[in-house]
């Protein structure tokens, strides 16, 4: 008995050093990747093409989504388009950058709340009835929600509009609800996708060799589109299972189909049929005719009845301990608008305004571990130079454009350029940062790898200078103590400036 319980306090010993060097590495080597001397303003690297709409992928190996810890993907679904349902290795948000439409997520070990009804089912039947079908919520979202996903959880999008549907995609790789490695993956339950396999390969692949250089990657993925357009279909030859895999990408293809005819409690035959996939339509198929499917009748209708159930559940457990899985994750909400200019957190008539998303108003981020933040800002306005304390911010703009300038910790400016429309930007943790509208103003998402985000301002009201004493400004930066009192207290914003306000002052 001794000797046993000697052995087991030394394989624990063991375990627990293996883990211990094991997170040190990868700490060390997260920590290398945000060396970071020079930012650019980045652009998606990859586009892959499917039957109703395009996949766009960021380099992940791009020096600042690595010191990040993220992949950013961008989809482009044409109405009646179907995302075929799938997963990832990492916590996802989702932004609506244009369109609308439902979307299914599964949550595992919740219960089917959508059933059809029966006398839809009976409609055009007199005697014969039909087995009701029964499935996981559907939600519908629009321009502007923030849908967020848990990493290994089963979702699809659909577009019932008629305008094209428009998401940029956050994976947090470094997550660690992500135990595999950096690399973003999407495990596909349907279809056949296989050009973006290939392609999230290729990034894979340049991360094991060694990171490229932007033009590099960006030549190479220019020869895969040109590859992919010449591309002959491939055969089918040789032996099953060669046969299923050249004609399948999907995780469905792979099983041996007397095993899922078992598992499924089916035919062969029918298993064969959901193993074929006819033509390269992608991960994006068209829907012949329209999808009928059970959801929510308005979407005003599902997001009162998902607030009423979450402040209920507030009023029952206000310590927040749940009270089982039916009342707590099956329940919560998984979506929230920051396009609406009446939710701003911070509002100025003059400049702009913004809209946060985290843990508290979106309780779910706090699994997730991120959040987020939808600012507009009017011509020529400003946001106040200030650093986020606890979290990397990935920026995509996503109308007109605006000059933002990001210093390190050496005072070193490692970018001063504009961001366009469609370009990202990711500014490391503390490293300070301020943007300033161009004539037609800006518009931007903000993905922050942190459930609170907190960002310091150096300039305005609530300022890290403002709430210096005066005599430690004029000493610091030798100046008057009547100087140190203008730089304290000339802006009275809390997170914007105007350039009508220093346009009169210099000309005065």
């Given amino acids: ?40 303003s980045i652009e998606p690297t990859s586009r892959i093409r499917s039957e109703a709409g395009t996949t766009e992928w960021w380099n992940p190996n791009s020096q600042q989504l690595r010191c990040a810890g ?53 409609q055009g039947q007199k005697s014969r009835r039909r087995f009701q079908d029964q499935h996981q919520k559907i939600r519908r979202f629009r321009q502007g929600d923030m849908i967020a996903l848990p990493a290994g959880v089963v979702h699809w999008f659909y577009n019932d509009g008629n305008e094209r549907l428009v998401t940029v995609n956050l994976l947090h790789t470094a997550n660690s609800d992500n135990q595999l ?26 991360q094991i060799q060694g990171s490229r250089s932007e033009s590099e990657s960006e030549e190479m993925e220019d020869e895969d589109e040109e590859e992919q357009d010449n591309r002959p279909s491939r055969k089918q030859s040789g032996s099953r299972h060669e046969q299923q895999s050249s004609s399948c990408n999907n995780l469905l293809c792979a099983f041996d189909q007397e095993f899922l005819a078992q598992a499924f409690n089916v035919d062969t035959s029918l298993i064969r049929r959901l193993q ?28 009162r009845e998902e607030r009423q159930q979450e402040q209920r559940y507030r009023q029952r457990h206000p310590s927040g301990r749940d009270n089982g899985l039916e009342e707590t994750f099956c329940a919560m909400r998984l979506k929230e608008n920051i396009a609406d200019p009446e939710r701003a957190d911070i509002f ?35 946001t106040v130079p200030q650093w ?63 459930s609170e985000a ?5 300039a305005g009201r609530v300022s890290a200078i403002r709430a210096l004493p005066e005599e430690v400004v004029a000493a610091s930066y030798q100046i008057s103590r009547e100087d140190a009192r203008k730089v304290k207290f000339n802006n009275q914003d809390t997170f914007f400036f105007t350039s009508s306000r220093s346009e009169r002052r210099d000309q005065a």
């Fill in 181 to 206: 490695d950096n690399n973003p993956r999407r495990f596909s339950l349907a279809g056949n996708p296989e050009e973006e396999q290939r392609r999230l390969r290729r990034f894979a692949q340049q």
């Fill in 70 to 122: 993220v992949s950013v993907m961008r989809q482009n679904v044409e109405p009646n388009g179907l995302v075929l349902p799938y997963f990832t290795n990492a916590p996802q948000l989702i932004y609506i950058v244009q369109g609308r439409g439902i979307q299914g997520t599964v949550l595992p070990g919740c219960a089917e709340t959508f059933q059809e009804s029966q006398q839809g089912q009976e």
């Fill in 1 to 40: 008995m001794p000797s046993l319980l000697s052995l087991s306090l030394s394989l624990l010993l063991l375990f627990n050093g293996c883990l211990a060097r094991q997170s040190s590495e990868q700490q060390f080597q997260f920590q290398n990747e945000c060396q970071i001397n020079r930012l650019n």
């Fill in 454 to 458: 907190a960002n310091t301002p150096l």
């Fill in 276 to 303: 074929e996939v006819r033509g390269h339509k992608g991960s994006i198929i068209r829907v012949r005719g329209r999808l009928d499917v059970v959801s929510p009748p308005t979407m005003e209708e599902e997001e």
């Fill in 348 to 382: 100025n008539p003059q400049a702009g305004r913004l809209s946060t998303l985290n843990r508290y108003n979106l309780p779910i981020l706090n699994a997730l571990g991120l959040s987020a933040e939808r600012g507009v800002l009017y011509n020529r306005a400003g």
């Fill in 388 to 450: 986020c304390i606890n979290a990397h911010k990935i920026l995509y703009m996503l109308k007109g454009s605006a000059r933002i300038q990001v210093v390190n910790e050496n005072g070193d400016t490692v970018f001063d350029d504009n961001v366009e429309q469609g370009q990202l930007l990711t500014v490391p943790q503390n490293f300070a940062f301020l943007k300033r509208a161009g004539s037609e103003g800006a518009e931007w998402v903000s993905f922050f790898t942190n």
